[in-house]
Nanobody
Framework: QVQLVESGGGLVQPGGSLRLSCAAS????????VGWYRQAPGKQRRLVVT???????HYADSVKGRFTISRDGAKNTVYLQMNSLKPEDTAIYYC???????????????WGQGTQVTVSS
């Protein structure tokens, strides 16, 4: 199991920046992949970016070049730096821990409580 706690959301103007943090209850290097997802009102939760235990990353096309995922192993924390924010980035952002394909689906994914990001003038 793993517990995740997000922080860093808020209100920002278009073109601004925010950094989200996701603190895990265990070593992030022991987790198959850690990622960020977002859910806008009335829409499905969608992938933003993931980082594997090896450091490989996968970004959604909509955030490439604007968002950057990073991690601090000493703090068991994954960060999402969001630059050049747009109104369409407005959503609740959720941190996800994927324990990998050896786990059954009901025990594979863990989620944080979510943090609101609002991009508006």
């Amino acid at each position: 199991q793993v517990q995740l706690v997000e922080s860093g959301g808020g209100l920002v103007q278009p073109g601004g920046s925010l950094r989200l943090s996701c603190a895990a209850s265990r070593s992030i290097f022991s987790i198959y992949a850690v990622g960020w997802y977002r859910q806008a009102p009335g829409k499905q939760r969608r992938l933003v970016v993931t980082i594997g235990s090896s450091g490989s990353t996968h970004y959604a096309d909509s955030v490439k070049g604007r968002f950057t995922i990073s991690r601090d192993g000493a703090k068991n924390t994954v960060y999402l730096q969001m630059n050049s924010l747009k109104p369409e980035d407005t959503a609740i952002y959720y941190c996800n821990a994927d324990l990998g394909p050896l786990f059954v689906p009901t025990q594979r994914h863990y989620w944080g409580q979510g943090t609101q990001v609002t991009v508006s003038s």
